[in-house]
């Protein structure tokens, strides 16, 4: 199984998030790229299985710069760690790594199951 998930929970709110104003208001034009930079990191955490972290590599795969990144840290966005960043609240809003692992095996389980009862298997 691929380490991660095609699809990630997006807010259908989050133009009007007080914190993203706020993160406009005081930023600018900047802030809109970095916004974009934060919305690449969640959907390549959830497509990658990285649990928000998000490593220095990766930020050049996500179209975001040191910049971005230390804008994003002030605003709350990101948190700084060993590895490079992590999306602040990830596991709040995201299947984490093994949440999907478990979501897979589960569903093998069921397959495995109903084949077997469709096959007249005992197992």
């Known amino acids: 199984m691929a380490a991660g998930l095609p699809w990630v929970r997006m807010d259908t709110d989050t133009h009007a998030n007080p914190k993203v104003l706020d993160f406009i208001e005081e930023h600018g034009q900047r802030a809109l790229a970095a916004i974009a930079v934060w919305k690449f990191a969640i959907e390549y955490s959830g497509g990658h299985g990285t649990d928000g972290v998000i490593s220095r590599a990766a930020l050049r795969q996500i179209h975001g710069t040191p910049v971005h990144a230390r804008l994003l840290v002030e605003g709350g966005f990101f948190e700084v760690t060993d ?27 069921r397959a495995r199951k109903a084949a077997n009862a469709r096959w007249g298997n005992d197992a």
């Open 83 to 109: 590895k490079g960043w992590l999306v602040s609240g990830y596991d709040s809003h995201q299947p984490t790594r093994d949440t999907v692992e478990a979501m897979a095996n589960a569903r093998s389980e």
